[in-house]
């Protein structure tokens, strides 16, 4: 959703059913749109960009059982690498989540003043909605529910697919949903088995309203429910889905003082919130609320507001429909409406975050307090990459007079991976009044001035990361790119000395940083810019303080995409 700054109104999902507007100028990039991806220096490897032009909110996930595919569509504009008028629907289809293939435009708005702005997908296999014949096969059944946005105002629209997602045809009688607002879109639609009903959240974004409502056809509709005014408001709420998500009973050792409430539960509903702007770090972030639902009404927990990731780089998450063994598959646009039109890319612009399996599990904030919380793991299809260097330290007492350096063989991949476990003796501190840390520093391989910086600080409990020692102009020059993050953590185990310890998980894809907290009870996912084609290709670890910290395990890893 794009957020416009005159008056600031913020925009929504199109699709319609009909022949639309055939005029419209997409036909220049029409061969790069529909290739491969480019190689460009930046460009992520395993992330997946635009070919040419413009990205921002993943609509429409869904994954086909019958194909083995996963489909992800996403907020397009073809003619330009900054959002705007018209707006359509991109395509891009995988086979592991990696490896991605773009297919152009899937859904287009019905003239050059509108846009066709966020939405999803279901599977209509029973086909309720009377779109289909048995020439298409239950799996295939695609319809796409999105935000028609107009001059007049934000209405939602049905779309359907007779060939698995990859053409679309406009339903007639567009649109199905229609209150008279210009702030009404985002609509997010599964299937709800204990009342056989779709269930549609859709935000009512001004007044802080998410709208629930039900159908039995996909094409009429009735409100059923408000869930408003929860969390941190911003200036609007936007994006906004439900999903059932497991509870994994498999405690952290974090857990310090037992729930019995939390001991039965299967499973509970989460409710996913977008806002922009207004997140507490400046720009846009995700929020979500833990509770309950009964196929009409949202109830939460409690009144807390919890955050999806605590990085910069981060909105507007959604869920995949189908995806297999009942799991909660998240993706979302890795950017921020803050500074998302001056990243230093050209042909292309903005990329989204790996998918990540999605779960709830028992966790202590702090030693008198048990609660769900959710937590989050990368989906990496390792099968689809080759390791070209590896290096594993483990049982390794840091001191201030040594640094533990390595250099990657093949840095202008700029795809790595690395994990790295400590435990924590404060009581080996020689004041408590100096920064005591742990860093790991990425450093470019052409300028090694150029780095990321990441760690943690023991009287702080915090793990920080550093990604402002760049000379690329927009870094420097920006004031809205925040260089500086910091956030607390808990402990993710004890050892059997008694001592904390800690863990953290790196993904680097050349110009994104996603990073996974204790098993990814936190998460933080982030750009970074260096100078064209100075790749992180130097790994240094060390610490300003002696006896304090053990490296249980450090590993690092360089990756590559196979050669096909």
Not at 140 to 159: D, F, K, N, P, W
Not at 270 to 292: H, Q, T
Not at 377 to 400: G, V, W
Not at 404 to 410: C, E, F, I, Q, S
Request: hydrophobic share 35%.
């Amino acid at each position: 959703m794009k957020l416009l700054t005159t008056g600031m109104a913020a925009l929504a999902v199109a699709v319609g059913v009909k022949a639309y507007n055939s005029s419209l100028d997409i036909s220049s990039n029409a061969t790069a749109m529909n290739s491969s991806v480019g190689n460009e220096p930046g460009r992520p490897l395993i992330h997946l960009t635009p070919n040419v032009g413009w990205m921002n909110d993943p609509n429409g996930l869904f994954y086909d059982e019958e194909t083995s595919v996963w489909h992800t569509y996403y907020q397009f504009n073809p003619n330009d690498n900054v959002w705007g008028l018209p707006l359509y629907w991109g395509h891009a289809s995988s086979k592991d989540l990696i490896n991605w293939e773009n297919h152009g435009v899937a859904i287009e708005p019905e003239n050059d003043k509108n846009g066709a702005f966020s939405g999803s997908i279901v599977v209509d296999r029973n086909n309720t909605s009377g779109f289909f014949d048995n020439s298409t096969a239950p799996g295939q059944r695609i319809v796409a529910l999105y935000t028609e946005q107009s001059t007049v105002g934000e209405s939602q629209y049905a779309a359907y697919s007779l060939d698995g997602g990859y053409s679309f045809q406009y339903y007639e009688q567009n649109p199905v949903l229609d209150i008279n607002s210009t702030q009404f879109r985002d609509p997010k639609v599964f299937w709800h088995d204990e009342t056989e009903r779709w269930i549609m959240t859709l935000a009512l974004s001004q007044e802080y309203k998410i709208q629930i409502y039900t159908s039995e056809n996909l094409k009429s509709w009735e409100l059923q429910s408000n869930f408003s005014h929860h969390g941190i408001l911003g200036y609007q709420y936007e994006c906004p889905g439900l999903a059932k998500v497991p509870v994994v009973h498999d405690s952290p050792s974090n857990v310090t003082v037992s729930n019995n409430n939390l001991t039965t539960v299967d499973h509970k509903w989460v409710m996913f919130l977008s806002i922009n702007p207004g997140a507490p770090m400046g720009g846009s972030f995700n929020e979500y609320f833990i509770g309950d639902f009964d196929g009409k009404t949202f109830t939460a927990d409690d009144a807390a507001t919890r955050v999806v990731d605590m990085g910069k780089d981060f909105y507007a998450m959604q869920t995949f429909s189908d995806a297999p063994n009942g799991d909660v598959i998240g993706l979302a646009w890795a950017s921020n409406w803050d500074y998302s039109a001056y990243v230093p890319t050209e042909v292309w612009r903005s990329s989204m975050s790996l998918a990540r399996n999605l779960t709830l599990r028992p966790n202590s904030p702090n030693p008198e307090t048990t609660q769900l919380a959710l937590y989050s793991e990368p989906l990496i299809d390792y099968s689809a990459l080759s390791t070209n260097q590896s290096m594993r330290k483990t049982s390794l007492e840091l001191s201030s007079e040594e640094t533990v350096t390595y250099r990657l063989a093949k840095a202008a991949e700029g795809l790595l991976e690395f994990s790295l476990e400590w435990k924590v003796n404060s009581s080996a501190l020689p004041s408590k009044h100096e920064f005591a840390d742990m860093s790991i520093y990425l450093r470019g391989v052409e300028d090694d001035d150029e780095y990321l910086r990441l760690g943690y600080e023991v009287n702080a409990a915090a793990f920080f990361l550093d990604r402002g020692n760049s000379e690329e102009d927009f870094v420097n020059s920006n004031p809205l790119f925040t260089t500086r993050l910091a956030h607390f953590i808990e402990i993710f185990r004890v050892a059997e000395d008694g001592l904390p310890i800690y863990k953290v998980r790196g993904i680097i894809d050349r110009n994104i940083i996603e990073l996974f907290i204790n098993d990814g009870s936190l998460t933080s996912t982030n750009l970074f810019f260096l100078s064209e084609e100075n790749y992180l290709g130097i790994v240094e670890l060390s610490s300003n303080v002696d006896d304090v910290f053990t490296i249980l395990n450090f590993e690092v890893k360089q990756l590559g995409l196979k050669d096909e």
